[in-house]
C-alpha cells in the first residue's frame, strides 16, 4: 500500500536527475561503447616508505580535487591564510587551472575570532565570482 507512492516520489527523483544530467549524455554513451572513463592524475603523492598516503591532488573527469592544506608555523591568522592560499594556488596551477576556476573550499579556523582577519587576507584571491565555503548539494526541482 506505502509503495506506490514511494515508487512514484522515486520516479520523480529520477526524471528530475535525468533531466539534469541531460538525456542527451545519456544517450550518446549508450550509443559509443568505445567512450572510456577519464583517467585519474595524481600529484605530489606523500608516502611512508613506500606506501602511498595521499595524493597533493587528484584530476579527474575535469575537475581538480586538491588535498587539505594548512600553515604550521607560528604567526598570525593573516599569515596562515596567505600562506594556505599560496599552497593551494601551487597545487592548481600544477593541475593546469587556477584560482578563478575554484568551486568550492573548505574553510577551518581553530578559534571563531579569527574569522574577519582571515576574510581579509581571503577576499579577492579568487577573482570576481569567489567559491562557495560551505558542504551544501541541493537539487533544482523541475517545475
Keep these: 500500500m ?4 514511494r515508487r512514484s516520489a522515486f520516479r520523480k527523483m529520477l526524471g528530475t536527475l535525468i533531466g539534469f544530467t541531460g538525456i542527451s549524455q545519456l544517450a550518446r554513451a549508450s550509443e559509443s561503447p568505445a567512450l572510456s572513463a ?5 600529484r605530489n603523492i ?3 616508505q613506500e606506501i602511498p598516503l595521499f595524493s597533493g591532488s587528484t584530476t579527474f573527469g575535469g575537475l581538480v580535487f586538491v588535498a587539505g592544506k594548512g600553515a604550521h608555523f607560528d604567526g ?3 599569515a596562515h591564510t596567505d600562506h594556505v592560499l599560496k ?3 601551487k597545487e592548481l596551477v600544477k593541475a593546469g587551472t587556477s ?3 575554484v568551486l568550492k573550499v573548505n574553510v577551518y579556523l581553530a578559534d571563531l ?5 582571515m576574510n581579509e587576507v581571503f577576499r579577492g584571491r579568487f577573482g570576481e565570482k569567489p567559491p562557495v565555503r560551505m558542504d551544501c548539494i541541493a537539487y533544482i526541482p523541475k517545475s
Design 76 to 78: 598570525d591568522i593573516k
Design 2 to 5: 506505502h509503495s506506490q507512492p
Design 87 to 89: 599552497e593551494l594556488e
Design 113 to 117: 575570532a579569527d574569522y574577519k582577519q
Design 99 to 101: 584560482m578563478q576556476h
Design 46 to 48: 606523500e608516502k611512508d
Design 38 to 42: 577519464p583517467e585519474k592524475v595524481c
